[in-house]
């Protein structure tokens, strides 16, 4: 199993800046891919972005150019930088592993994190 715990939520002017970090703890080994989504009230979650255990990446269409995704396999953990930030972005932010070889228990997730931008 894994288990994953969320950071560096807050508050933010619009235009600002907030890093979130995702620390992963047990059968880290197992992970394949690490992402980051988002929920707004109202809202379904939706994929922010994805990062691969080679360090591949890939962004939702609403965050490019604005968000990097990155992960410090030394610490086991996963960024997500965010500047620009729009008031649209605001959401719980989830922090989430695949493990192929769990499957059909494959997905583990944060208990999120609390991002508001101001406008």
């Known amino acids: 199993q894994v288990q994953l715990v969320e950071s560096g939520g807050g508050l933010v002017q619009a235009g600002g800046s907030l890093r979130l970090s995702c620390a992963a703890a047990?059968?880290?080994?197992?992970?394949?891919?690490m992402g980051w989504y988002r929920q707004a009230p109202g809202k379904q979650r939706e994929v922010v972005a994805h990062?691969?255990?080679?360090?591949?990446?890939n962004y939702a269409d609403s965050v490019k150019g604005r968000f990097t995704i990155s992960r410090d396999n030394a610490k086991n953990t996963v960024y997500l930088q965010m500047n620009s930030l729009k008031p649209e972005d605001t959401a719980v932010y989830y922090c989430?592993?695949?493990?192929?070889?769990?499957?059909?228990?494959?997905?583990?997730w944060g208990q999120g994190t609390q991002v508001t931008v101001s406008s």
């Open positions: 990062i691969t255990s080679g360090g591949s990446t």
């Open positions: 047990g059968n880290i080994f197992s992970i394949n891919l």
């Open positions: 989430n592993a695949d493990v192929p070889s769990d499957f059909p228990n494959n997905d583990y």
